[in-house]
């Protein structure tokens, strides 16, 4: 705890650090909520940056500076209408005015605002909540929408480009099956994991090759928009913010809305052990797409809707395919609690896919009908 506390203090607090906790729920970075005594900024938030994945966290600042910068201009020169509120975190400096201070280990940490008097969800608590979360995630997107992609750089490349992902496991599923220890009694779970991937391989490249042809092109996204980085005022219940923005880079939107829809609209959420329970709640998605439709019809394209279904459906492939060839490798990427969490979390994922994919006619006259 002292330590945590010498490296909060190199960030210039308004106040005595008098706790420190550990927040949320990421998978990546170690984040903490730091406590003051202060009456003006009572909390900070104090992060170490898992430098395996990524590599330049000084890039990951340039990236948010740059962005946060734009977001802060635009709200000052065109407020958000009906007098909505919208928070932008602000990164927090030194004392010596460096926006991250690395510690003797080699640890690399930062600091940034806490949004006040709002709060996440790891699920959807009921239909004005979704609504709430599509519509900050398109305001988000509308205020760096014209942020030119040129301005960011891609500091995790090869993120959600699902054929890349697919390549990856290719190589790791064929050191599995060579390796001694894999045995012809492996787990029914591994084996429907296998068989999931295998019929799916084929389509992987749906967003991708639509890139490639024109039909989408590359904006500025959040890149890890889940139902818990979005910020819900405590008092209105209005989507107020998105949070954790170390992913921000050029993508397509649908790598987002897909992300969005994925994690919203599974009930049980992610790290449920009733993996075979899991379905999609296609009056989620309804409640999710009029909130992010309402604000997004200004800028996204006839191709752009074209290809809703295909990114809802692609994203919660990924994702499964990621976890699942995580616990292939040993578990090298995701922070995991057990041996087989990874493993349980690909499942997950897959049920999830499996659902939308038996409920494609009704998503797709969702999007048609809210659009």
Request: proline letters at 4%.
């Given at each position: 705890?002292?330590?945590?506390?010498?490296?909060?203090?190199?960030?210039?607090?308004?106040?005595?650090?008098?706790?420190?906790?550990?927040?949320?729920?990421?998978?990546?970075?170690?984040?903490?909520?730091?406590?003051?005594?202060?009456?003006?900024?009572?909390?900070?938030?104090?992060?170490?940056?898992?430098?395996?994945?990524?590599?330049?966290?000084?890039?990951?600042?340039?990236?948010?500076?740059?962005?946060?910068?734009?977001?802060?201009?635009?709200?000052?020169?065109?407020?958000?209408?009906?007098?909505?509120?919208?928070?932008?975190?602000?990164?927090?400096?030194?004392?010596?005015?460096?926006?991250?201070?690395?510690?003797?280990?080699?640890?690399?940490?930062?600091?940034?605002?806490?949004?006040?008097?709002?709060?996440?969800?790891?699920?959807?608590?009921?239909?004005?909540?979704?609504?709430?979360?599509?519509?900050?995630?398109?305001?988000?997107?509308?205020?760096?929408?014209?942020?030119?992609?040129?301005?960011?750089?891609?500091?995790?490349?090869?993120?959600?480009?699902?054929?890349?992902?697919?390549?990856h496991y290719e190589k790791?599923?064929?050191?599995?099956?060579?390796?001694?220890?894999?045995?012809?009694?492996?787990?029914?779970?591994?084996?429907?994991?296998?068989?999931?991937?295998?019929?799916?391989?084929?389509?992987?490249?749906?967003?991708?090759?639509?890139?490639?042809?024109?039909?989408?092109?590359?904006?500025?996204?959040?890149?890890?928009?889940?139902?818990?980085?979005?910020?819900?005022?405590?008092?209105?219940?209005?989507?107020?913010?998105?949070?954790?923005?170390?992913?921000?880079?050029?993508?397509?939107?649908?790598?987002?809305?897909?992300?969005?829809?994925?994690?919203?609209?599974?009930?049980?959420?992610?790290?449920?052990?009733?993996?075979?329970?899991?379905?999609?709640?296609?009056?989620?998605?309804?409640?999710?797409?009029?909130?992010?439709?309402?604000?997004?019809?200004?800028?996204?394209?006839?191709?752009?809707?074209?290809?809703?279904?295909?990114?809802?459906?692609l994203i919660a492939f990924?994702?499964?395919?990621?976890?699942?060839?995580?616990?292939?490798?040993?578990?090298?990427?995701?922070?995991?609690?057990?041996?087989?969490?990874?493993?349980?979390?690909?499942?997950?994922?897959?049920?999830?896919?499996?659902?939308?994919?038996?409920?494609?006619?009704?998503?797709?006259?969702i999007i048609q009908a809210?659009?």
């Open positions: 705890m002292n330590n945590l506390i010498d490296i909060a203090n190199r960030f210039k607090p308004q106040g005595k650090v008098i706790d420190i906790q550990e927040f949320g729920h990421g998978n990546i970075n170690s984040t903490f909520l730091v406590i003051l005594d202060s009456p003006q900024e009572k909390h900070f938030i104090l992060q170490r940056i898992n430098t395996q994945v990524f590599r330049q966290p000084e890039l990951v600042m340039q990236n948010m500076s740059i962005f946060t910068q734009h977001v802060r201009d635009r709200l000052q020169r065109a407020p958000l209408g009906g007098g909505r509120r919208w928070e932008v975190p602000r990164v927090l400096l030194t004392q010596d005015a460096q926006d991250y201070w690395i510690d003797s280990k080699g640890s690399f940490w930062r600091a940034i605002s806490f949004i006040e008097a709002a709060q996440s969800f790891d699920t959807i608590k009921d239909s004005k909540h979704a609504r709430e979360v599509g519509y900050a995630l398109a305001t988000f997107h509308k205020l760096i929408g014209d942020l030119p992609v040129e301005k960011l750089v891609d500091t995790l490349e090869g993120f959600h480009i699902t054929p890349r992902y697919l390549q790791v599923e064929r050191l599995h099956v060579r390796s001694p220890q894999t045995s012809a009694n492996q787990p029914r779970e591994v084996e429907y994991c296998l068989q999931f991937v295998r019929d799916r391989k084929a389509w992987a490249h749906v967003l991708e090759n639509a890139q490639a042809k024109g039909h989408l092109r590359l904006r500025p996204i959040h890149g890890d928009p889940k139902v818990n980085n979005v910020m819900i005022d405590t008092t209105t219940g209005h989507g107020i913010s998105l949070i954790d923005l170390d992913t921000v880079k050029p993508g397509l939107v649908h790598y987002d809305i897909g992300d969005c829809l994925r994690s919203g609209c599974n009930p049980l959420g992610e790290e449920t052990e009733q993996w075979e329970m899991v379905r999609f709640d296609t009056d989620i998605c309804q409640s999710i797409l009029q909130g992010y439709l309402f604000v997004a019809k200004d800028f996204l394209t006839e191709n752009d809707y074209e290809y809703l279904y295909d990114a809802i459906r990924e994702l499964g395919l990621r976890f699942f060839t995580d616990y292939l490798e040993g578990n090298v990427y995701f922070k995991v609690k057990y041996p087989e969490h990874n493993l349980a979390r690909a499942l997950v994922q897959f049920k999830l896919t499996e659902s939308i994919e038996s409920q494609e006619a009704t998503i797709r006259d809210t659009r």
